[in-house]
């Protein structure tokens, strides 16, 4: 995959600078978020809407700034977004790091991140540019996702200067009489967030009424036992799901809004997207012992054959599951090319999490034609010889996923009508976290660097790409994840697998994902030693009691690797190990441990009171 990632941005024509200077968005953006950037609106929740001119936005090499449209559909920013500002008051021993979250709670705290609903603080890690070699921005970033349609005051403390008039009588409140810099900022609403993906779900299944959705196979292939002991056959076909995308639905494609006002929401085009799957069953399935049921998501821009890795196909068999996958349009092998030309000109950007969205509904449907009356049970294709079904429909429906399958899976999870246990494999939330501390970021780091080389610039377009990329992953969906389900949703339960020192998706963005959904940590969770942290896994309470009914999350620590970079770096380079990313899915007692947790909503121990492994 990285190699298909470095031919596709190689093969991108991208404009090289031009000798007159593009002006930063530092100049006209920074703090951010902020509600300067906000206008009255009181059609919306939040009785604001985002209001951002083009040439405020960051623009490429080329002088092309991003079109601001999508972005003024909001009625807020996110609960996930990174809080930007120039602080050269403070230096990296000043503020609180990741290592040391408590920290930002202190009474003498330089920076205040605070609930003007509750007028109580929020935690918070804060860390300096690493890719800026001059005067880098201050990152401060949520320790748990804040909350929805609510009000923050961010204050930075030091030698006090002029506070805007509106916020003076905050200041007052809070008791601080020091403030460098105070500003204010909403975060989107519940439907600001969601609502696209809901009428898109409520639509089209009230479109379906009770029956599955129509379904082709087009490829069955039976296995000897020689050929794969594991799986004795595999199938291949498509789910008719409605489009709610512009035109054939291909990369590029946008929702279909039925007008362009703010509040529009996504409407069905009239026409039928094909979604791929591809299904094992393993060979422990028969007509007495049919196959759980189970969607898998895939990883980083992958597809769904994923399911023939030897983990899942280890799992399928010993646990008698049938996994199906079908590809995260928008973030699946097809969707390369286009992915890579979004970081020459992220004006494209909103394709991305609007074709997220669709892969949602895509997955819904395959899930229902798994369970469904008249789906996959009525084919011969999931049948033996003699006619008997291999599936066992009343069992219902489960989610397993890994990597971008257990980011992508938070949000399905919380939108999911058909299952309420879901096993998040590697799994964090929000990118604008995510991306710079991975080592796949590497490549598209690069066209970046080149597109848009101001670094100021380079974190702001990070914090904007986050207010919609919540909409297609889990960041905009945690807080009705386990708890206050979203309108038509029960509540879930998730069990979070997560690899000590990770390479590819941070530890940290999972512990901030545990926190906001309240999952319990298995505690020893490492042997002394491994962390830097000054209090481990700061803020996730520990599990009571085994077997513990509830979401839970479970360090993996494979040995071979070390703790990543306490900035927004990525864990490349020998000293950070062996990158353990797969580890946990592999590992004999986690699949266990998996197993139990899909079919019967408890976890068990399977790391006999002690780390695990």
């Not at 860390?127 to 921005?137: G, I, S």
């Not at 991306?435 to 796949?440: I, P």
């Amino acid at each position: 995959m990285r190699r298909f990632l470095v031919l596709a941005i190689t093969a991108l024509s991208v404009v090289a600078p031009s000798s007159a200077a593009v002006a930063s968005a530092g100049d006209t953006l920074l703090p951010f978020p902020s509600n300067r950037f906000t206008v009255p609106d009181r059609s919306s929740p939040t009785g604001l809407r985002v209001h951002f001119t083009a040439d405020e936005l960051p623009a490429n090499v080329a002088g092309v700034h991003i079109d601001p449209t999508e972005w003024n559909r909001q009625d807020g920013f996110s609960p996930g977004t990174p809080i930007l500002v120039h602080a050269p008051g403070l230096s990296p021993g000043d503020v609180a790091p990741v290592t040391d979250i408590g920290r930002s709670l202190a009474p003498a705290s330089p920076i205040l991140l605070i609930d003007t609903r509750t007028w109580q603080r929020t935690p918070y890690w804060a860390e300096f540019d690493a890719h800026a070699t001059t005067d880098p921005l201050l990152i401060i970033r949520p320790a748990v996702a804040l909350h929805e349609a609510t009000r923050y005051l961010v204050v930075v403390r030091g030698t006090p200067r002029a506070t805007p008039t509106r916020l003076r009588a905050d200041l007052r409140r809070t008791g601080v009489h020091d403030a460098y810099l105070a500003w204010d900022f909403t975060v989107a609403s519940e439907r600001g967030l969601t609502g696209r993906m809901l009428r898109m779900r409520d639509d089209a299944f009230a479109r379906l009424g009770r029956q599955a959705p129509a379904f082709t196979v087009t490829q069955v292939t039976d296995y000897t036992a020689e050929q794969d002991a594991r799986i004795a056959r595999q199938v291949r076909g498509t789910v008719a799901v409605p489009s709610y995308l512009t035109g054939a639905g291909d990369p590029g494609s946008r929702l279909n809004y039925r007008s362009t006002g703010a509040d529009a929401l996504p409407a069905a085009t009239g026409q039928t997207l094909q979604a791929d799957f591809v299904c094992n069953l393993p060979r422990s399935a028969s007509a007495a012992t049919p196959a759980h049921l189970s969607l898998y998501g895939h990883g980083l821009l992958g597809s769904p054959t994923e399911i023939n890795a030897g983990n899942v196909k280890d799992m399928s068999q010993t646990y008698d599951f049938m996994f199906c996958a079908t590809s995260w349009i928008g973030l699946a092998a097809a969707d390369v090319p286009y992915v890579a030309s979004v970081w020459t000109d992220l004006s494209r950007f909103p394709s991305v999490p609007d074709r997220l969205q669709q892969s949602f509904l895509n997955f819904l449907y395959l899930g229902r034609v798994m369970t469904g009356r008249g789906g996959f049970a009525s084919s011969p294709a999931f049948q033996d010889a003699q006619g008997r079904g291999l599936l066992d429909r009343a069992g219902g429906m489960h989610y397993d996923g890994n990597s971008q399958g257990g980011i992508n899976g938070g949000a399905l999870a919380a939108i999911a009508q058909d299952w309420t246990r879901s096993v998040l494999g590697v799994p964090a939330m929000n990118y604008s976290t995510l991306l710079q501390r991975s080592v796949d970021f590497a490549p598209f780091q690069q066209l970046m660097d080149r597109s848009y080389p101001g670094k100021d610039d380079q974190q702001v377009i990070l914090a904007l790409l986050q207010m919609l990329w919540d909409r297609g992953e889990a960041d905009g969906y945690a807080q009705h994840l386990t708890r206050d389900p979203l309108p038509g949703t029960p509540p879930h339960q998730v069990l979070m697998h997560v690899a000590f020192g990770d390479h590819q998706v941070s530890p940290a963005a999972a512990q901030v994902e545990a926190r906001t959904i309240g999952a319990r940590i298995h505690e020893p969770a490492l042997a002394p030693g491994w962390t830097d942290e000054v209090v481990p896994y700061w803020g996730i309470r520990p599990i009571p009691h085994y077997p513990y009914h509830g979401s839970a999350f479970v360090v993996w620590n494979s040995g071979l690797a070390f703790a990543p970079p306490p900035t927004n770096l990525a864990p490349a380079g020998p000293q950070y190990g062996t990158d353990p990313h797969e580890f946990p899915r592999a590992q004999p007692e986690a699949q266990q441990q998996k197993a139990a947790f899909l079919l019967t909503g408890k976890v068990i121990d399977v790391c006999g009171g002690g780390p695990c492994p």
